[in-house]
Nanobody
Framework: VQLVESGGGLVQAGGSLRLSCAAS????????IGWFRQAPGEDREGVAC????????HYGDSMQGRFTIARDDAENTVYLQMNSLKPEDTAVYYC????????????????????WGQGTQVTVSS
């Protein structure tokens, strides 16, 4: 399984970024794919995930209404549109994928995900 993220960078508060994650080598259609982030000294947290064949969405509490996750099955790519960015959104953002199999994969929790990308830095200046 290979996950390649792109789209990170430096943006001013209030601005927008779109992250992309191209996935390959994953053969089940009952999977969860999502975005997580980790700031220095903080635990990794779920940002937004799409779970299962029905594409159920889950967002972290502080991302509701600002971030949108979308999946392009034809391109095996998942996107994260981030609007109204805040300095506290600064972190390394990771794409991850897993077969749907436990609570972590249902509820966008890092422990539930098996395969991870290398991460992309997002920095929001005030």
């Amino acid at each position: 399984v290979q996950l390649v993220e792109s789209g990170g960078g430096l943006v001013q508060a209030g601005g927008s970024l779109r992250l992309s994650c191209a996935a390959s080598g994953f053969i089940t259609d009952d999977y969860a794919i999502g975005w997580f982030r980790q700031a220095p000294g903080e635990d990794r947290e779920g940002v937004a995930c799409i779970t299962g064949r029905d594409g159920r969405l889950h967002y972290g509490d502080s991302m509701q209404g600002r971030f949108t996750i979308a999946r392009d099955d034809a391109e095996n790519t998942v996107y994260l549109q981030m609007n109204s960015l805040k300095p506290e959104d600064t972190a390394v953002y990771y794409c991850a994928v897993t077969e749907v199999r436990n609570g972590g994969s249902y509820y966008c929790l890092p422990y539930g995900y098996d395969f991870w990308g290398q991460g992309t830095q997002v920095t929001v200046s005030s």
